[in-house]
């Protein structure tokens, strides 16, 4: 079947751009099909009435053999099942507490100041990898849950922090291993760092997960998260240029629903 198109991309309203109400529409060509603002607005169109399964329900109806009842009927279903799991879940975090060891003997043998030693001594192992084996809550180390493919670990429990010269971390890790820092009750390995790249002015977060489960296996992820300040730096750079150009808004626009996700998170957490 074949199709004409006729494109108007004119308002039809008296109060509206130049007041006509009556316009001939000469047969589109394939240069005119192919104009950006057409196609922005098709495919924009087209994304928000069909592709979004929430807008749908509120748009025109269309051709399609998805129905509006069937499209409300979805949308309740993933509601009460978003409400159904928040409610499954609700405090549990604030239920797990941690057994905290009172011994005061065992406080002062693992303590973070440095012991002096004499001439004929040197320790048995670096003050790093004795606090290491300090169980620590998110609390005191200020850091949050990390979510993993099988589990949601909290942030806190047993932590080696990488500091210092190359060859002592690696002593530090020997150590770690031959006292079995890792062993069969443990359940995962969470590994995070920053790197900055000084030429492009990036930041990157990577965290490493792996996850060893009941049967034996061991399943890993990585997330790289990259950090950018070229928008801010264009903004003091162009300063009212800079909001001249429309994509430099639709920058903005993202880089401010990242930010509220990132408080609606902290918020939700700190409930």
């Known amino acids: 079947m074949e199709k004409f198109y006729f494109i108007c991309q004119k308002w039809l309203a008296v109060e509206k751009e130049d007041g006509f109400i009556e316009r001939i529409l000469p047969l589109a060509d394939e240069y005119q099909k192919q104009e950006f603002s057409y196609v922005l607005s098709k495919q924009a169109y087209h994304s928000i009435s069909e592709g979004h399964l929430w807008f749908s329900i509120f748009s025109p109806p269309s051709p399609n053999k998805f129905t509006r009842v069937q499209r409300c009927t979805c949308c309740f279903v993933l509601l009460l099942t978003a409400m159904f799991l928040n409610i499954l879940y609700y405090d549990q975090i604030k239920e797990a507490h941690t057994q905290i060891n009172n011994d005061q003997q065992a406080v002062e043998f693992i303590d973070e100041d440095h012991v002096k030693l004499n001439d ?3 320790y048995l192992h670096s003050i790093e990898v004795c606090i290491s084996f300090i169980c620590k809550t998110s609390n005191q180390l200020d850091t949050y849950i990390y979510t993993g493919k099988h589990q949601t670990y909290n942030s806190g429990r047993y932590v080696y922090e990488f500091r210092g010269r190359l060859n002592y971390l690696r002593n530090n890790l020997s150590q770690l291993h031959q006292l079995n820092w890792i062993d069969s009750q443990t359940r995962a390995i969470i590994i995070q760092f920053t790197l900055y ?11 490493l997960l792996t996850e060893f489960l009941s049967t034996g296996g061991i ?3 990585s997330r790289f998260e990259p950090i950018s300040f070229q928008e801010i730096q264009s903004l003091i750079k162009l300063k009212i240029v800079y909001f001249r150009n429309v994509w430099s808004f639709i920058n903005l626009g ?6 509220t996700n990132i408080g609606i998170y902290i918020w939700r957490y700190r409930e």
């Open 120 to 122: 004929d001594e040197d």
């Open 197 to 207: 790249n000084s030429n492009s002015q990036l930041f990157i977060s990577i965290n």
């Open 219 to 221: 399943k890993s992820q």
């Open 254 to 259: 993202i880089i401010s629903c990242s930010w």
